[in-house]
């Protein structure tokens, strides 16, 4: 079986898209992805899940994790503005310029890894090499088949301006607002570490009868998170390493159920949403993280990544509830991959 799908039409960047892909069904020029199926429908049909106005905040304390995480993630870092001989914190206003006032002031600065806690991942998150163009060579390209060179800016064409496209304002433009479903692998399967398959996954929305919709968010809860908080930002990573169920990025019934179920984005309380496996070097080059090839390269599937979901899930199982508002949105910060989020769940 051929590995592409051969379409192709004006305007397109590309030849052939990945089988299984969705480019350019949204226009040739798309950055949204599945998030266009987010329609004032499913915004009404959302908010209609919000009985008792109970709010939840889905985000961890932007500082944990806690230590460094792959050697290039920090935690975030505070400062005043000003200079350390004149810092604005607690500063009284009062100066030559503006005689006589009462005010004190504060305002600050914070030096960030968008990717360190509670996070987005945009669609410029993760390229792949593939063959778009056709020409028997596979090259470097994002979701919608757009080139690094469209996306990427050159150290002379100002790089601290970020991406040109795919972009994270994209996302925060569209609000994201939804309806979130609750998948409770921590209830079903316990706290350690599990690749959910495809059965466990129709196991889990056959006993809680979830009702997954087109346009709505998948929330995943596996407890890990919250295990994030009680270790109070000293991470023990060989008990980490253990717990945490996520989706098998290998299960191709899996994938599928992704693409055909509707859904807009993947939201989990875990590091990557899908379980990592180490490369073997081993057969043909493959994803390292298949997974996120299929989301964010072929759906055009925002993750979020760190979302701390135990609350949620506890209050509810109570209710023998399983959908919910969800309001997310990522920094309008033009040109960002990720974001941090301080994702909103009302039931
Ligand atoms: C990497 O890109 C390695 O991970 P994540 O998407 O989980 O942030």
Same mark, same amino acid.
């Given at each position: 079986m051929s590995d592409v799908m051969s379409a192709g039409a004006v305007g397109q960047r590309w030849k052939q898209r990945p089988e299984g892909s969705n480019w350019g069904e949204f226009g040739p020029d798309d950055q949204?992805g599945?998030?266009?199926?987010?329609?004032?429908?499913?915004?009404?049909?959302?908010?209609?899940?919000?009985?008792?106005?109970?709010?939840?905040?889905?985000?961890?304390?932007?500082?944990?994790?806690?230590?460094?995480?792959?050697?290039?993630?920090?935690?975030?870092?505070?400062?005043?503005?000003?200079?350390?001989?004149?810092?604005?914190?607690?500063?009284?206003?009062?100066?030559?310029?503006?005689?006589?006032?009462?005010?004190?002031?504060?305002?600050?600065?914070?030096?960030?890894?968008?990717?360190?806690?509670?996070?987005?991942?945009s669609l410029c998150h993760h390229g792949y090499l593939f063959d778009a163009d056709g020409d028997g060579v596979e090259e470097p390209v994002y979701y919608n088949g757009w080139r690094p060179q469209e996306i990427f800016r050159g150290p002379?064409e100002?790089p601290?301006?970020?991406v040109r496209r795919l972009?994270?304002?994209?996302?925060?433009?569209?609000?994201?607002?939804?309806?979130?479903?609750?998948?409770?692998?921590?209830?079903?399967?316990?706290?350690?570490?599990?690749?959910?398959?495809?059965?466990?996954?129709?196991?889990?929305?056959?006993?809680?009868?979830?009702?997954?919709?087109?346009?709505?968010?998948?929330?995943?809860?596996?407890?890990?998170?919250?295990?994030?908080?009680?270790? =109070?930002?000293?991470?023990?990573?060989?008990? &980490? +390493? !253990?717990? $945490? #169920?996520?989706?098998?990025g290998l299960?191709q019934?899996?994938l599928?159920?992704?693409d055909?179920?509707?859904?807009?984005?993947?939201?989990?309380?875990?590091?990557?949403?899908?379980?990592?496996?180490?490369p073997t070097g081993e057969g043909p080059r493959k994803a390292l993280m298949p997974l996120h090839e299929h989301c964010l390269f072929k759906l055009g599937m925002?993750?979020?990544?760190?979302?701390?979901?135990?609350?949620?899930?506890?209050?509810?199982?109570?209710?023998?509830?399983? =959908?919910?508002?969800?309001?997310?949105?990522? &920094? +309008? !910060?033009? $040109? #960002?991959v990720?974001?941090?989020?301080?994702?909103?769940?009302?039931?």
């Open positions: 949204l599945r998030l266009n199926l987010i329609t004032p429908e499913v915004v009404k049909a959302a908010v209609a899940e919000v009985i008792e106005g109970h709010s939840f905040c889905l985000s961890l304390p932007l500082d944990l994790p806690g230590g460094n995480q792959f050697d290039r993630r920090h935690p975030p870092r505070l400062a005043p503005t000003g200079t350390a001989d004149d810092p604005h914190m607690h500063r009284h206003a009062e100066s030559e310029r503006w005689p006589n006032v009462t005010d004190y002031i504060c305002d600050d600065v914070v030096t960030m890894v968008l990717q360190y806690s509670t996070q987005w991942d002379d100002e601290e301006k970020g972009g994270i304002e994209n996302m925060a433009v569209k609000g994201i607002q939804t309806r979130g479903v609750m998948f409770d692998f921590h209830r079903h399967f316990g706290p350690g570490r599990r690749a959910v398959s495809y059965d466990d996954l129709m196991q889990v929305i056959e006993v809680d009868a979830i009702d997954v919709r087109r346009g709505d968010m998948m929330c995943l809860h596996s407890g890990y998170a919250q295990t994030i908080i009680e270790m =109070a930002g000293q991470p023990d990573l060989s008990r &980490l +390493r !253990l717990l $945490g #169920a996520e989706l098998d299960d019934r899996l599928r159920w992704i055909e179920s509707g859904i807009v984005a993947i939201a989990a309380d875990t590091v990557a949403v899908e379980t990592f496996r180490r925002p993750l979020g990544e760190y979302w701390w979901m135990t609350p949620l899930a506890a209050a509810l199982a109570e209710r023998k509830r399983t =959908a919910f508002l969800v309001t997310a949105p990522p &920094l +309008r !910060l033009p $040109g #960002a990720g974001s941090p989020v301080t994702p909103i769940a009302t039931i």
